[in-house]
Structure formats: C-alpha cells, structure tokens
C-alpha cells in the first residue's frame, strides 16, 4: 500500500492510498473465503459448495466487498495516524479503479496550532445570589396565579381580567398582517385566543391587550400598533398596523384561600415556609444564571484572544448545531416550520459569527483540558445526558438507544462533556483571582484609612502646641 499527502489548504488535506493488484487479489481471496464458508446453496450443505458457483453467484457482491474492506483499512490507517497527520476530523472520502490498482483518497481538516492566552485571569462580572422581598412576592403571586379560577363575568373589562377575542391586523394600505408575515401569526391573526387585559409584560399585539379594556363581550373594537424601528420581524419594524378585534368572552381571576390543602401542594405549612422555599430557589436561579453569564464571558475572551484558521468542518458542523436550536426554539415559540424553508442559507449566514466564536472557543478549551490534565467520568457523562434529556425534553431510554447506535452522537456528547467541564474550572479559578483581587484592595482602602485617621490624631495632638506658640509670639 502506498501512501501520498497533498496539501489542500492551511486547514485541509488529502491524502491517498494505492492498493497494488497483488494486495487486491490477496484480499479478494479471503473475502471468497468467507462467502464460501457462510453461504448456503441448494443442493450443498453450508460452506460446501464450490469455489466457481460461488464466484459466478456472488462476484459484484464479492468485489464490492473487497474495495469495501480496502477503503475501511484506508480509514483506519488514517485514524491510528492522528498525530503524525495533526488530523482534526476526516471530512470527505472516495474511491476508484485505476491501472495500478485500487485508489481511496481521503480529505481531512488539520488541527490548527492553538496558541493559549492567559486563560487564568479573566475578568468576570461578578453577581448576587441576594433576593428581594420584592422578587419573593412577585413568584408568590406567580404560583396563586397558577391555582386561581377564571369565573366569567359581564361586566366591563378591567386590567387582569382575562379576555377571548378573535383580531386581525392591518398595515397601511390594506395588507394583511397574516400574508406579509405567514411565519408570525401572533401580529396577523388570531381566532380565540385568550389576553390578559392590561399587561404590558407577555408577547402579543398591545393595541389589543391595551384596547380591551373599559369593553364589554360582544363589543368589536379598533386600535393602533406602532411597532418599534428595533422590531424583531423585519417586515414590521417602524411601522404602523390597524387591528379589528371582537371580544368573545370575559373571566375574572379568583385567587385561591392560603390553606392547608394549598400549602400541601408544595411540602410547605405556612406562607412564611412557602417564601423561604422561594427565597431559595430565586437565589439558585441566580447563581445559575450568573454562572451562565461567567461561562459566556470566558468563550468571548478565548475565541477573540485565539488567532488561527478555523477548519472548514468546524465551522460548519457548529452551524448545523445553532440552525437546528434556532429553529426549535421560534417553532416552541408559535413560529410555522414552513417559514423557515428556503431560509436556512439566510438564517446560516446570520449565526456565522457565533458559530466561529463557539468553533474557536471549543477548539481552544481542547487544549487547556489537554495542558490541565482534565479528564472525564461517568458521572459527568451522566450529568450532560441528564441535561440534554431536561433541555430537549426526550424520552431518556430513545435519547441512550440513540448515543448507543450513533457513534458521532457519542463523541460530540463526551465533547461538550469535557468542553463544559474546562469552562467550569476556568470559572471556577477566575472567581477565586477575583476574590484574591478583591481582598487586596480592600485591604489597600483600610490601611489608607487607617493612615489618614493617625494623621488626624497627630494633628490635634500638634494643635494645642500651635495655640501655645501663638500666645507666645503675642507676648
């Protein structure tokens, strides 16, 4: 066998693997082996039957076979040579007849010569897991909310009264709302559909949410949108809707009694116990988004502080990744899958900078998880399938069937794995040069203190003596 590296650029190569007519033959042969040893023909007991009706049944089977094989050596020569090829992840592979023998020619990405910033001392923003009582009464509410009926009333419609309308939005000119925008039914129209009256704080058309209000069921309505220069849909940004609505139906929220059967709901027995429970999740809640934030913080730094050439597959498999939860998530959101088609080139350009800065951050939290002996166990893996299963909300036996049948599912698993621990050491020794840091000058600021105040004592010690020197000069 013999082997040629070319160059295709800073980031790829190729590299090709001649089997001489001799190597195909020898391993033709032993492939003829195992048909005749596995195969059953009628009228020949298994294994038995001869060499020549095998060939003549079997030969595009056998051949296939044979190149197959050769292709998977080629492959497997490649892998054991990880290092010597500075390989990152074979991309592409092909192969073909030729005079000389069998050709396999394989293109692969190099792993780019990752420098290491000075990965431990960043600057993190630091935060509070402090709660408010404010912040606990507000949760407080959220859960009465949880439990309160909805009675209907007929009565003219109040701020928290909840409200079933049908509406449909105009733009200048007579537009439809729902034909500009078909991905964003929510600002078109909506049949049915339920508001709170009032609040200015939940997603949806405000001149509808606003216009309610002071309206009895049966009314049809009209009020104005003007949606922000900002706007988050393109096709509306800046500009000024008509929306017609008819309300259906109008409910009052009831809270429930605080008793013993509404406590029980939450292993609590008193409104004191229940927002201390709250307390606490609120402070959780907090540390784990303030850790989110630190997490974000050591990417950026990494990534804008790596210089190198991204591989091509990097880029894109991280693309792949941020299309694919971009688009969950608008769908969740009440966004029609259908909008998107024909979009994935425009929505791939749009994340391509956060997709290098995530591809060049991972590449470079390999290298530190390389150079700080970081390793991983079964409990991390547990952890990241627990989280994944959390996350996508996937039946957990499919989610391990899935990883067990899918060798490329397993390996981005343990990478992100590794990767997330690395980025919590990195926190994890920022926050403590921060502390460091922290105690240094609150040292400095108490011995300056400290300093001014003895001056202040030595100078009323001086002042009595100044008085006596006036008196002196004055006799």
């Known amino acids: 066998m013999k082997k040629e590296i070319n160059t295709i650029s800073n980031t790829r190569s190729s ?11 020898s391993e033709k042969e032993a492939v003829i082996g195992e048909f005749c040893a596995t195969t059953t023909l009628p009228g020949f ?30 492959l497997e020569d490649v892998q054991k040579s990880t290092n010597e090829l500075n390989l990152l992840a074979v991309v592409d592979y092909s192969s073909e007849d030729s005079e000389d023998g069998f050709l396999c020619k394989l293109i692969f990405d190099l792993r780019p010569n990752v420098k290491l910033p000075d990965y431990k001392n960043v600057t993190l923003t630091a935060f509070s897991e402090k709660v408010t009582k404010k912040e606990v009464g507000a949760e407080f509410d959220h859960i009465r909310k949880q439990h309160s009926n909805y009675n209907i009333v007929d009565r003219e419609i109040k701020s928290g009264d909840y409200v079933k309308v049908n509406y449909e939005g105009f733009l200048e000119g007579g537009l439809a709302i729902v034909d500009a925008v078909p991905g964003h039914k929510i600002y078109g129209k909506q049949v049915n559909t339920w508001e709170e009256a009032g609040n200015v704080d939940v997603p949806g058309v405000q001149a509808v949410i606003q216009g309610v209000i002071g309206h009895k069921t049966g009314d049809r309505c009209e009020g104005e949108e003007l949606f922000s220069e900002d706007f988050p849909v393109p096709e509306l940004a800046g500009k000024k809707a008509t929306y017609t609505f008819e309300i259906l139906e109008v409910r009052e929220r009831v809270d429930p009694d605080l008793n013993e059967e509404f406590f029980k709901q939450y292993g609590v027995d008193s409104v004191d116990s229940l927002k201390n429970r709250l307390s606490e999740y609120l402070a959780n809640y907090k540390r784990r988004q303030g850790l989110l934030k630190q997490r974000d913080e050591i990417i950026y730094f990494l990534a804008n502080s790596a210089k190198f050439e991204l591989p091509e597959s990097v880029i894109e498999r991280e693309i792949q990744g941020l299309v694919q939860s971009f688009i969950e998530g608008q769908v969740k959101n009440g966004v029609s899958a259908k909008y998107f088609e024909g979009r994935i080139d425009e929505i791939s350009k749009s994340l391509l900078p956060a997709a290098e800065t995530r591809a060049k951050a991972g590449l470079v939290l390999d290298k530190i998880a390389e150079m700080e002996k970081i390793k991983i166990d079964n409990k991390d893996i547990e952890a990241m399938i627990f989280q994944d299963i959390s996350v996508k909300k996937v039946d957990a036996s499919q989610y391990v069937r899935e990883l067990q049948s899918d060798r490329d599912k397993l390996i981005d698993l343990r990478t992100r794995t590794l990767r997330g621990k690395a980025l919590d050491f990195l926190v994890e020794i920022n926050s403590k040069e921060m502390a460091k840091i922290k105690k240094s000058q609150e040292q400095v600021k108490a011995e300056k203190e400290e300093t001014s105040s003895d001056k202040a004592e030595d100078f009323k010690e001086i002042e009595p003596n100044l008085e006596e020197v006036a008196e002196t000069e004055k006799s």
């Open 45 to 74: 007991r298994k294994g038995k039957a001869p060499k020549n009706i095998i060939l003549s049944k079997f030969l595009p089977n056998i051949e296939a076979r044979t190149k197959a094989t050769l292709l998977n050596k080629a």
């Open 15 to 25: 590299i090709s693997f001649l089997f001489s007519n001799e190597e195909i033959s």
